[in-house]
């Protein structure tokens, strides 16, 4: 790993009785990025409000640059926040907005002007930047959200959830903007349930589930925790109890269960010779099945193994 | 500071691009004061009661009652014919002094005009009263002797008797009204509807959108998101205010009486409603909501704290009940700066009582003040 910028250790944090991080522990390094994977609740936005102050009250430790965190205030100017929300002033042009925020950092106006006008490009904003932003479109919206969070030049950049509700053609955008700002050095932990963007954008992958991290690594070193399986998805008008009665009288053949919900389940099979005689025995049982899919080893069967369940659950 | 500074300016910024900025600010208030002005302008004759005197009078007596007409606080103008129009008007007959002479009773006549205003002409009742009362009693006093010794051995408008009149304690001798009344009564009614509505549903709204929250991502401390926030609502009032203040001066002729007073008057009017917005945006998470709590909140306070008419007309339970509105304070505060001439070591308390609604709100916005919902 490149020089460690970030350094999370046992990180908890419950609301209650519900645990939103339980022993979460992570590294970082410089020009870094990493895709945080998980579905909702698994705890990615409370680990994102806490490392950008807002949120007090766990127990653990975050080291940045070596650094305690949260024991100095200025070590807060070096990181970014992209929140999920389009959190910026629609009042304002873009140019505006930028210099405010940066305005925040104490950076010079002239010094200010010009990067935010570099940004404005970057993020191929630079001919609408003096337009109303109530005339922009989702996508245009998240860019400009991406750039007020660049606007100080920070060492780690932090991304909640940065394509929600947005058009394929903007998603791409907007990941190769994040790819970009890796290879200029900067760190980032971007949180996601989209398997294809952190496929796309990211350079470790970590899946965290229940407010811990399940597994991490490089897409290929995750792919390899599920093996050379051939992964099928089963979908039609069954309950997960039915399906697990029906699987369990057959003889499995290698096969091992990723996961069973009500209406789909996904089954992965060490050898492919054995998934006909598996679909021919659940057919048999007069399971209403509507749609069979056969997928190579992926990211998604990664997660399912890991998890027990889709993103989608 | 500056950090602030930077903030505080953003939501003045952001409040005067409203497209109905300089409706809300300006047009209507304007129409407000234009109503109430003219609903409680004071008459003229108002701060000095006139006086017309027609001396018919073929004596000396005549000229000798009239000197004892004299007074600051009259208007006095003599005539020989009857003028075309007058407040009010006291005829001296032609007998007059023959009628003093021979010691014979007689009637003077006091014509009113019926728009003129009741208090000044209560004022010169009282003086006419005055004069009867020493003429008579240095005509008692003189006794039968010779007139002419009367006239030659005194100076003629020397009073030989001084009758004093006083309202009894407690009595409004004056009451407020005009512009000068009326256009510090709006102010102190916008700044408190303006502060709230547009402070209160900002601060709403950046909380929703995670503003606040993203303001304290960056390196801003909670004091300092909060100091802007303050800051930005302050300078909303301070705008409103010298918005007001300059239409009174450039249209109205608006006399703020001690100029400092009156502006430290305002400046701690509007932190006191500051920090109420904030804690109403705080507190209260739709904006139709926000609108109908503060319109509703604003116009009780004014109505309580005689932002509408002089609160020195309304019954004295009606009063102490106004003590309650931060208005009140600020509305006796201008009265008592512009209407009576006070300074500060009356107006004090005042700023006490300001600056402790100024504590109690900035207390509640710093309880409920947060960044998310």
Known sequence: MQQKILEIKNLSKSYGETVALANFSLDLGKGEVLGLLGPNGAGKTTLISILSGTLRGFSGGVAFKGQDLF??????????????????YEELNAMENLMFWGGLYAIPEKELKKRAQEL??????????????KKF???????????????????????????????????????????????????????????????????RIAIMDKGTILAQGTLAELIRIVGEKEIVEVSGEFSADAFSAIIRQSDGNGMEILSVADNQAHLAFADSQA????????????????????????LEAVFLKMTGRSLRD | MKKIWHIGRLDLKLMVRDKAFFFWILAFPLVFILIFGNLYQGSKTDAKASLTV?????????????????????????????????????????????????????????????????????????????????????LVMYGDRDLKDFFDSRSPYRDLVTVRSRLPEGTIAKVPSGFDHTIPGILVQFVMMMVLIYGGISVMEDRKKRVLARILYSSASYAELFGGKFLGRLLMGLLQSAILVGAGLLFFRLNLGNIWISALNILVFAAAMASLSIFVGSVLRREEVIVGVSVLAANMFAALGGCWWPIEIVPP???????VSPAWWA???????????????????????????????????????????
């Open chain 1, 71 to 88: 024991a100095d205030r200025n070590l807060r100017n070096l990181i970014g926040i992209v929140p999920q929300e389009m959190a910026f």
């Open chain 1, 120 to 133: 404005l490009t970057v993020v191929e904003l630079g001919a609408r930047a003096r337009e109303p932003i």
């Open chain 1, 137 to 203: 479109s989702g996508g245009m919206k998240r860019r400009l959200n991406i750039a007020i969070g660049l606007i100080h030049k920070p060492e780690l950049l932090l991304l909640d959830e940065p394509t929600v509700g947005i058009d394929v053609q903007a998603k791409v955008s907007i990941l190769d903007i994040i790819r970009d700002v890796g290879r200029q050095g900067t760190a980032v932990v971007f949180t996601t349930h989209q398997l294809a963007e952190v496929e796309q954008a990211c350079s």
């Open chain 1, 275 to 298: 998934i006909p005689a598996m679909m021919q025995h659940l057919f048999g049982h007069h399971l209403p099945i509507s749609d069979l899919k056969i997928k190579s080893p992926n």
């Open chain 2, 54 to 138: 027609l001396n018919q009078d073929t004596g000396k007596w005549g000229d000798y009652f009239i000197a004892k007409l004299k007074s600051p606080g009259i208007e006095l103008s003599v005539v020989t014919t009857p003028p075309g129009e007058y407040f009010r008007m006291l005829v001296i007959p032609a007998d007059f002094s023959q009628q003093i002479e021979r010691k014979a009773s007689q009637k003077l006549q006091f014509k009113k005009d019926s728009q003129a205003d009741l208090k000044a002409g209560a004022m010169a009742d009282t003086k006419i009263a005055q004069a009867i009362v020493k003429l008579l009693a240095e």
């Open chain 2, 317 to 323: 339970a009606f009063r102490a009940l106004g003590m």
């Open chain 2, 331 to 373: 509305m006796d505060t201008f009265h008592q700066v512009i209407f009576f001439a006070k300074g500060l070591e009356t107006v004090w308390p005042n700023f006490l009582a300001l600056l402790a609604f100024a504590a109690v709100f900035t207390a509640l916005a710093l309880r409920f003040f947060k960044v998310s919902e």
